[in-house]
């Protein structure tokens, strides 16, 4: 077995056994699972404004290195006239 489905295994089994006591706990946990469910919240917010910002980051890197390679080409062409 290789290394990584050894660790998605072990954090699948972390993960669902985490719900499954939550899910499972009294109802005077309620308010525990409340809290677990909006620190979740935060994490997925936080990860997307992540992901986010890096493809935005990707994208404007992007354009710049393609208008460098034009005025590049533009300066090549100019030279070779």
């Known amino acids: 077995m290789s290394t990584k489905k050894i660790i998605i295994g072990v954090l699948g089994g972390v ?8 899910g499972l ?3 005077r ?9 909006a620190k979740g919240d935060e994490y997925l ?3 997307l404004d992540k992901i986010n910002n ?3 980051e990707i994208d404007n890197e992007s354009k710049q ?3 460098e390679r ?3 080409q533009e ?3 100019k030279n070779n006239v």
């Open 15 to 22: 993960t669902a056994g985490v719900i499954l006591g939550i």
């Open 25 to 27: 706990a009294s109802k």
């Open 29 to 37: 946990s309620l308010a525990m699972r409340q809290k677990v469910m």
């Open 45 to 47: 917010s936080l990860i």
């Open 54 to 56: 890096s493809k935005g």
């Open 65 to 67: 290195r393609l208008n």
């Open 70 to 72: 034009k005025t590049n």
């Open 75 to 77: 300066s090549a062409d």
